[in-house]
C-alpha cells in the first residue's frame, strides 16, 4: 500500500486507536525503534530536504513526484 495515496485522500484508517494503550504502553512501544535510531541501527527515509524558504517548491515536490520518505524542511 501506498500510504501517500491515504495521505493525498483525506483517507481514514479505522481499527487502531492509540486511545485504546496507555501513555506507558505508546511511550514502551517507541522506546524500541527509537533505541534503534539513536544507535545507528536503522535510518528515516528522507526523500528529500529543502530550505524552509522554498517551502512552496517543497509542497509542490509532495503532490507531483509523490516521494516515498519524509520531504524537510531545513530551519
Same mark, same amino acid.
Given at each position: 500500500?501506498?500510504?501517500?495515496?491515504?495521505?493525498?485522500?483525506?483517507?481514514?484508517?479505522?481499527?487502531?486507536?492509540?486511545?485504546?494503550?496507555?501513555?506507558?504502553?505508546?511511550?514502551?512501544?517507541?522506546?524500541? &525503534?527509537?533505541?534503534?535510531?539513536?544507535?545507528?541501527?536503522?535510518? &528515516?527515509?528522507?526523500?528529500?530536504?529543502? &530550505?524552509?524558504?522554498?517551502?512552496?517548491?517543497?509542497?509542490?515536490?509532495?503532490?507531483?513526484?509523490? &516521494?516515498?520518505?519524509?520531504?524537510?524542511?531545513?530551519?
Amino acid at each position: 500500500m501506498d500510504v501517500t495515496d491515504l495521505i493525498w485522500k483525506n483517507t481514514h484508517v479505522h481499527g487502531f486507536r492509540f486511545a485504546l494503550f496507555t501513555e506507558d504502553d505508546v511511550n514502551g512501544a517507541n522506546d524500541f &525503534p527509537l533505541g534503534l535510531l539513536a544507535q545507528g541501527k536503522a535510518q &528515516p527515509w528522507v526523500a528529500r530536504a529543502f &530550505p524552509l524558504e522554498e517551502a512552496a517548491a517543497a509542497q509542490r515536490h509532495l503532490a507531483e513526484e509523490r &516521494p516515498f520518505g519524509r520531504v524537510l524542511l531545513a530551519l
